[in-house]
Structure formats: C-alpha cells, structure tokens
C-alpha cells in the first residue's frame, strides 16, 4: 500500500510524520494467529488512540508485528512504544493464559528491543512550494 502524502495541522505547526515499528514476540514464539493477532490489533489501536495516534496499518507475521502509524510531533515515541507494549502484553496474557502457560511461560510477552523508522518522507519541491506560498491569502 502506497503511503500518501499527507500534512497534518497543530495549533503551530504544520507535519506529516509517519513511522514503521516492528514489535518482535519473547524467545520469537510464532504465537501471533488466529484470534490472539486479531485481538493484538484491536489493542493496538486502542493504546494508539489513547496518545491521539493514528494507526495506518498492521499486519502480523507468527512472531513479530508491524504498525504503520502517524503521530503529531509533540508525541514521545518510547513513551508510546513502551506503553504500547506493556498494555498489549498484560491483556493477551491475560486473555490467553493458555497460549501463555504452553510458549511464553516467563510472564514476558515481547521481546526487549524493537525497531522503529520513519517512512514519511517529504519531497523537497513541497517544502520550497509550502514555505512560498506563506504570507499569501
């Protein structure tokens, strides 16, 4: 799916800013199927709403995630991942406790690291045209 080009508006500022994550399940348990992906998602969007973040698209590969996200400038990207992680990690264990006891048994659900990108990238004839066409009404 092509990523459009898309400008945000803040009280004073103007952004489009969008991220790639990859969240990578403990030990790489292929656990992330069926019902425990499709309630993963649902959480994801959950905690993204909750820091005001828009959640492009996701999709799960057995043992890691990929979140295409959007988000305003003043949003502190660890605080978003950790929280993402530790709230997606408490209720699908808390949901699946089966899952739990049989792959991931050490009460962790993702893996320590993730990785994170940006992907918004803004040609440089829109910035020149954007930054010309201030003052003008």
Known sequence: KSMEYKLDKGCHSVYSLQFHLVLVVKYRKKVLVGKLADRLK???VEVAEHFG???IEQKTDKDHIHILFSARPTIML???VNSLKSVTSRKLRREFP???KRELWG???W???YFIATTGQVKLEDV???VQSQGRR
Do not use: A, D, L
């Open 42 to 44: 649902e959480i994801v």
């Open 53 to 55: 973040i828009e959640i």
């Open 78 to 80: 660890s605080r978003f």
């Open 98 to 100: 089966e899952v739990m």
């Open 107 to 109: 009460g962790k659900f």
């Open 111 to 113: 893996s320590p690291s």
């Open 128 to 130: 020149k045209r954007y």
